[in-house]
């Protein structure tokens, strides 16, 4: 990307969220030659961003909603020890948001969403290259790949059906490493298991390293952060917003607006003029230091939906959804999981002490594609949310994208299937 791009000179850009997505609009628009205020209504990078598994995957095609899910999850999701589980209440958005994604579980749809997801995937992981290069980031970047484990032979063999698909629709093909093969790949993993398969595409890091050296490089280059500032509303006029109101009465003028505010999205809804179909997915992690017998390679362990991540600096597993609204609590339940479907795979599945117990709430759209698009109410606030749980993965084409249809350049990539008008 070319450090000064063709737009009005110096507008002034204010972004709402401080999460990975919003930092990367920063980043991109501040390149661009804008001026840019970001305005973050906690810390910067203490979201979702911050104790994720830190997976940049262009082999995360698929949206959860995939033929066989409805049957699965009708299993599960009442069963407070399974990785997928919603929290019995009453609530109409909840439920009209399930009916949806139960609805596309098939393939037509499947791939629809594939496809959108394939696109943005690919150029992100392309532009952490060159941002890692250019930027130097100390975040503990590798790119050797992401290694899905199946404990059983089954499970093995039904993969093997994905990856299938993956290789002849999207060109992702993966290593396949059966029973000891497997172990000679990575001997941190106890013998007897049926088999992995390789993606060398991915890549990962640490997101909380990231998110603190990206404030750094953001801060260098003129962009204001503002923590402890929540959006309220608009000052508007002729179809434009014209200042952020903040919850404080505070105006804060601006040319253009991004919104990128995860999770939260939904409760700004009444402020764009459109509906916002995203649901809180809560996830969890534990961030411990390196065992003594610590993989080389970041993890799936597909048969109990546990990540697992190792760091020069540490060691995390993470994973399971709970929607449970915006439930603050620390479920030890949950956390309990991550460490015992890790014993069915690793030899040392955790270390001690433990540095941190976390939860996030991944911003879900029922179909797994984003919303990069401008709000129906206002023709200068375009909205960047609903990544799901590949905000990190997708983040940096998600910046040069709002980038792109900010300042009026060709898209480098179809912005269409990221379109508010696919939910109408």
């Not at 401080?18 to 305005?39: F, M, N």
């Not at 948001?97 to 609805?103: D, G, K, Q, V, Y």
């Not at 290694?147 to 059983?152: A, D, G, I, Q, R």
Request: include cysteine; glycine fraction near 10%.
């Amino acid at each position: 990307m070319s450090e000064n791009l063709s737009l009005p000179a110096r507008e002034q850009i204010v972004i709402v969220g401080g999460g990975v997505i919003g930092a990367a609009c920063a980043y991109y628009l501040a390149r661009a030659g804008c001026r840019v205020t970001l305005l973050e209504r906690g810390q910067f990078g203490r979201g979702c961003s911050h104790g994720n598994c830190g997976y940049v995957s262009p082999s995360h095609v698929f949206p959860i909603a995939q033929p066989g899910v409805v049957g699965r999850s009708l299993k599960s999701m009442w069963n407070k020890d399974s990785p997928f589980y919603i929290k019995p209440r009453l609530n109409w958005a909840l439920w009209s948001w399930l009916l949806h994604f139960w609805r596309r579980c098939n393939p037509r749809d499947m791939h629809a969403a594939g496809h959108a997801i394939h696109a943005l995937l690919t150029t992100s992981r392309t532009l952490y290259d060159t941002l890692m290069q250019e930027e130097s980031l100390a975040c503990d970047w590798e790119t050797h790949g992401l290694l899905f484990v199946l404990k059983s032979d089954a499970g093995f063999r039904h993969f093997a059906e994905t990856d299938r698909a993956l290789t002849e629709e999207y060109g992702l093909a993966a290593k396949p490493y059966a029973g000891t093969e497997l172990n000679a790949l990575e001997p941190a993993l106890l013998p007897g298991l049926a088999g992995g398969w390789l993606y060398e595409c991915d890549a990962h890091l640490r997101s909380d390293q990231l998110m603190a050296a990206w404030q750094r490089v953001l801060t260098a280059r003129g962009v204001v952060i503002r923590e402890g500032v929540e959006l309220q509303g608009f000052e508007a006029g002729a179809h434009r917003a014209t200042a952020a109101v903040t919850a404080s009465g505070e105006k804060i003028c601006a040319d253009r607006f991004v919104i990128a505010t995860g999770a939260w999205a939904p409760q700004l809804k009444h402020l764009f003029g459109c509906a916002l179909p995203i649901q809180p997915g809560k996830g969890y992690s534990i961030t411990m230091p390196r065992p003594k017998i610590c993989p080389r390679f970041p993890m799936i362990l597909e048969e109990h939906r546990v990540a697992v991540t190792p760091w020069e600096s540490g060691f995390r597993l993470g994973s399971t959804m709970e929607f449970s609204g915006y439930d603050t609590k620390l479920n030890g339940t949950r956390l309990k999981l991550l460490k015992t479907g890790a014993a069915h795979y690793l030899y040392e599945p955790w270390a001690e002490p433990v540095r941190e117990e976390w939860y996030g709430w991944r911003p879900m759209t029922y179909d797994s594609i984003p919303i990069i698009d401008f709000a129906p109410r206002f023709s200068n606030v375009l909205l960047a949310v609903g990544h799901s749980m590949l905000g990190l993965s997708m983040a940096t084409g998600t910046g040069r994208l709002v980038t792109e249809l900010l300042t009026g350049q060709t898209p480098h990539l179809d912005p269409t299937p990221y379109s508010l008008r696919r939910f109408r």
